[in-house]
């Protein structure tokens, strides 16, 4: 990941995230889980680069295998 990125269409970030987990569930790499959630601090953008976007994640996808996978925001202001 480019470090000077300082935003992510959230839907391709959620894609990613999925991706990742099909890459590396088979391997043995990751523990057993239900549901991988990432979180960050780069603005997540909407289908229409709108900045409000907080999170994003399919839609009945929760404990449903590679594509239960989460993105959040997390911005801190100091």
């Known amino acids: 990941m480019n ?3 300082r935003s ?4 391709v970030a959620v894609q990613w995230a999925s991706q990742w987990v099909k890459q590396n569930e088979p391997t043995g790499n990751l523990p057993m889980h ?3 959630m990432i979180i960050t ?18 839609v009945r996808a929760i404990c449903r295998g590679y594509d239960s996978v989460s993105v959040g925001c997390f911005c801190c202001c100091f």
């Open 8 to 11: 992510l269409d959230s839907l």
């Open 41 to 58: 601090a780069l603005d997540l953008l909407s289908h229409r680069n709108d900045s409000s976007t907080q999170g994003m994640a399919y």
């Open 3 to 5: 470090y000077v990125w």
């Open 34 to 36: 239900e549901h991988l």
